[in-house]
Each structure stands twice: as structure tokens, then as C-alpha cells.
């Protein structure tokens, strides 16, 4: 065997002599620029991939410090120990403290006697708040949230007599508001608010001939003879009409009570003038009316009590304040508009107007 072993670079005999032709090769095969054809691909499908996972971290980590950001701001927000006014300025200084009730008066909003109370609890115990102003931009709302904040501003009067508390009604001041305001020492108002509305109001409808025409049957079930005394279904008896009339008066006469405790003789012929009817007027009436005292804002109340700084004491949602730091109004709508009847009422429910 002079050919063992045999030589690995040299080809056998039989393939020099019979080289396979390409029609010979396996067409499974690939070809040499084929291969390098899905290489190519290969590698841009994972550059593809690695450019993916790297824009993800990204987008991952810039969300996660965005998350920590607001945690931290919010955190910030919370663990504020004492109020400060827009200029920073804080209360280990003469200043004028002031406590905003803004919107419905009802337990479930923002102007509920709870926070309120506290608020001004706090701005007469600061003994560097020189007065306290309670803003008012409000139509009304529930009559015991009203009665709730009017007591605690008798009672604090009486327990700082030196320390003079005035409401400064600015767009609105009307029913559940004005039931507010009467309890300050003075109120002021611009020439254009609206002021009054000393009245009560429970909504009621009768819908039964809607009902018929689309062929809807009141079903409903009861267990006391007027249970369903402000049902949608059905009108009113006369004895039911009477008896809702003597709960509105009832409730009507607490707020006249109020009124004359707190404004006393500076109201000007309250039955003439129908003060107690449910009308509103403008501030420059009011004042004629002897509902208010004098024209003025916070502003014009600093200058006249000769405070420079304004301290605000309003409660505040710690994510509003975020909000309110990066300048966002969220949900702000363009103009300003009026309107003693657009609170949302739950049948039923007795609304100051």
C-alpha cells in the first residue's frame, strides 16, 4: 500500500479525473455568496435588536426618574410644616392670614367646614397673624356645612376679640356663602359680585307624563306611607307640598337667624327691602342694603391694614401644589361665567341658594 496514509491536500485519483460538476452539488447547499448574504442579515437583525433593548432602558430609566421626581416633590409637598404665602414669605412674621372658600359648600368638595374650620382655627392661633380674611367665591351649597364653618367663626371672634376676621367675597357670595360671610366682622366686596340669595331651595320634578308617553311603569316599593314623597313619578299631595314647605322654612329661618346674629342693625329694612326673599344683588347694592360694609380685595386690605406679607392657610392637595409649582393648570377653561343654578343637586337634597 505505497499510498497509505493518503495525502489530505492532495484530491483522489477519481475526482481529478471526474470533477463534480455544479449540476452534481447538492441544490440544498448554499453558495459561498449566499452564505454571505445570511450573515449579513443575521447581523443587522441583531444590531436591530441591540439598538431596541437600548432605546428601551432609556425610556425605562427617564420614566422611573420622572416617577421619582413627582414622589420626591410630592414628598416635599406633604412634609411642609407651616403655610407660606405666594412670595414665600412664612409665618414667624406679621402678616395678614388668609383662607380661601372656593366653589360648591358641600362635604365632599373642597369647601367643606372640616378643612375650612381647621384652616381658620390655625390662622387665629398663629399669633404673628395680625387679621384673618376668608375669601369667598362661592354660590352655595348645604345648608349644616354652611352652619358648621358660620359657628366656628362666631366662636373664634369670641375667643380672640382682639384679632378682627373679614370675608371678602369676590365673584360670588350668595346663599350658603353669604350665610358664611355674616359671621365676619366686615365684609368686603367688589362693586360687581353677587350677594345674597338668602333662601333655601329643594329641587322637584314630576315626570310621569314623560313616562307615560314612553311607556315606563313606576315600580317602586315602599314602606312608610310618604317614603316616596319626592319621587319623579308622581305629583304631590297637598298635605306633602305643605309639609316640605314647613322644612324649607324651618331651614330658612336658621339662616335669617344667622344673618341678623351676625350683620345686626347694619341691615337696612330687611322685610322692605325683601333681604330674606332669595334675591341677590350686585356689592355696590349690598352695601346700600347693608349686606356688606365696603368695597375691597385682599389686596386692598393689606394696604389698609399696613401688613406687607399675605399668608395663605388654605388646605391644599399635595399633587395640586406639585402642579401648581411647575405652573399647570390643569383643566382650566377660557372666560369666566355666572350661574346661581348650576351646582349639581341630588334629589332630595336641601340647597342654599
Not at 31 to 36: C, D, Y
Not at 305 to 334: C, E, H, I, S
Request: proline fraction near 6%.
Amino acid at each position: 500500500m505505497p499510498n497509505w496514509p493518503p495525502d489530505p491536500n492532495k484530491r483522489p485519483d477519481d475526482l481529478e479525473n471526474h470533477p463534480v460538476s455544479s449540476q452534481q452539488m447538492s441544490p440544498n447547499q448554499p453558495s459561498g455568496q449566499e452564505w454571505r448574504l445570511i450573515e449579513k442579515t443575521l447581523l443587522a437583525s441583531v444590531e436591530e435588536q441591540r439598538r431596541s433593548r437600548r432605546w428601551s432602558i432609556f425610556f425605562k430609566l427617564l420614566t422611573f426618574g420622572y416617577i421619582l421626581l413627582l414622589f420626591l416633590m410630592i414628598g416635599r409637598s406633604c412634609t411642609k410644616e407651616a403655610p407660606t404665602g405666594l412670595d414665600g414669605i412664612d409665618t414667624s412674621k406679621p402678616h395678614l392670614a388668609v383662607v380661601e372658600l372656593q366653589g360648591t359648600i358641600s362635604n365632599g368638595d373642597v369647601a367643606n367646614a372640616y378643612d375650612i374650620n381647621k384652616a381658620l382655627t390655625k390662622a387665629f392661633e398663629n399669633k404673628n397673624s395680625k387679621a384673618v380674611a376668608l375669601e369667598i367665591n362661592s354660590p352655595g351649597g348645604s345648608p349644616v356645612q354652611s352652619d358648621e364653618i358660620w359657628q366656628t367663626m362666631i366662636n373664634l371672634r369670641q375667643e380672640y376679640p382682639n384679632k378682627k376676621l373679614y370675608a371678602v367675597i369676590g365673584d360670588i357670595g350668595a346663599s350658603g356663602a353669604y350665610y358664611i360671610a355674616s359671621a365676619a366682622d366686615e365684609i368686603y366686596v367688589n362693586p360687581s359680585s353677587l350677594v345674597g340669595s338668602i333662601g333655601v331651595i329643594m329641587p322637584s320634578y314630576n315626570i310621569e307624563g314623560l313616562m307615560d308617553k314612553v311607556g315606563v311603569e313606576d315600580r317602586t316599593i315602599t314602606a312608610g306611607e310618604y317614603k316616596d314623597i319626592l319621587s319623579l313619578s308622581r305629583p304631590l299631595t297637598d298635605y306633602e307640598e305643605q309639609h316640605v314647605e314647613k322644612v324649607l322654612a324651618n331651614t330658612h329661618k336658621h339662616f335669617i337667624n344667622a344673618v341678623k346674629e351676625g350683620r345686626g342693625d347694619r341691615l337696612k329694612n330687611p322685610e322692605d327691602n325683601k333681604l330674606f326673599s332669595g334675591l341677590f344683588w350686585t356689592g355696590e347694592q349690598s352695601i346700600a342694603l347693608g349686606l356688606a360694609d365696603k368695597t375691597g380685595s385682599i389686596a386692598s386690605l393689606e394696604k389698609e391694614l399696613k401688613l406687607d406679607n399675605v399668608v395663605n392657610y388654605t388646605p391644599m392637595d399635595p399633587f395640586q401644589l406639585f402642579m401648581d409649582r411647575f405652573a399647570v393648570k390643569l383643566g382650566a377653561g377660557v372666560g369666566t361665567s355666572i350661574n346661581l343654578d348650576v351646582l349639581p343637586q341630588e334629589d332630595g337634597n336641601v340647597q342654599m341658594r
